[in-house]
T-cell receptor, first 116, second 109 residues
Framework: GAVVSQHPSRVICKSGTSVKIECRSLDFQATTMFWYRQFPKKSLMLMATSNEGSKATYEQGVEKDKFLINHASLTLSTLTVTSAHPEDSSFYIC????????????FGPGTRLLVL | AQRVTQPEKLLSVFKGAPVELKCNYSYSGSPELFWYVQYSRQRLQLLLRHISRESIKGFTADLNKGETSFHLKKPFAQEEDSAMYYCALSWAAGNKLTFGGGTRVLVKP
């Protein structure tokens, strides 16, 4: 149990376009989902916390107008990279958690974004 | 601010040898520490958490608040332990995770 999926697994887009990445909890309801970014050979960096039915909270230095997050249901959160630029190329990973705090986060497989 | 440090980027050991991955943290609150593992071409998965005080796949980790450390140990490494290991600190009432830089473990036959 506790499987999290992401779609697409990889995407290539042109500079200036927007890209949407989906994160789904397949067999549980996730009140909270998290979005991370991982640069090559670097660790995961938390970008934002997404709570179902409310606005996402962004970490310092993360542009909320650039990285739009929507958590419309208990099983789906989306991250939209707006007006993507080459520097947005990265590995984006989501995680999902039952409950409201302290429980384990279950990670998706990640989405590799390449902006040309 | 909270911070997690893993000083070793790469640990290379022979099969059957002990392995210890270092993790140090800084956090003003009450820490909750985790070890996550990422095998080749797989997603990140939880290995163990300090509050469980359990041994998973032969790995153990003890939280030392005096030294602000949560080192991961296994007495006899196996080839299947080759992976990327991340130490993580839970904060904001358990709502967020901060990860260390990761340690790649390579177990040679």
């Amino acid at each position: 149990g506790a499987v999290v999926s992401q779609h697409p697994s990889r995407v290539i887009c042109k500079s200036g376009t927007s890209v949407k990445i989906e994160c789904r909890s397949l067999d549980f309801q996730a009140t909270t989902m998290f979005w991370y970014r991982q640069f090559p050979k670097k660790s995961l960096m938390l970008m934002a916390t997404s709570n179902e039915g409310s606005k996402a909270t962004y970490e310092q230095g993360v542009e909320k107008d650039k990285f739009l997050i929507n958590h419309a249901s208990l099983t789906l959160s989306t991250l939209t990279v707006t007006s993507a630029h080459p520097e947005d190329s990265s590995f984006y990973i989501c995680s999902a958690r039952h409950g409201t705090g302290g429980e384990t986060q279950y990670f998706g497989p990640g989405t590799r974004l390449l902006v040309l | 601010a909270q911070r997690v440090t893993q000083p070793e980027k790469l640990l290379s050991v022979f099969k059957g040898a002990p392995v210890e991955l270092k993790c140090n943290y800084s956090y003003s609150g009450s820490p909750e520490l985790f070890w996550y593992v990422q095998y080749s071409r797989q997603r990140l998965q939880l290995l163990l958490r300090h509050i469980s005080r359990e041994s998973i796949k032969g790995f153990t980790a003890d939280l030392n608040k005096g030294e602000t450390s949560f080192h991961l140990k296994k007495p006899f490494a196996q080839e299947e332990d080759s992976a990327m290991y991340y130490c993580a600190l839970s904060w904001a009432a358990g709502n967020k995770l901060t990860f260390g830089g990761g340690t790649r473990v390579l177990v040679k036959p």
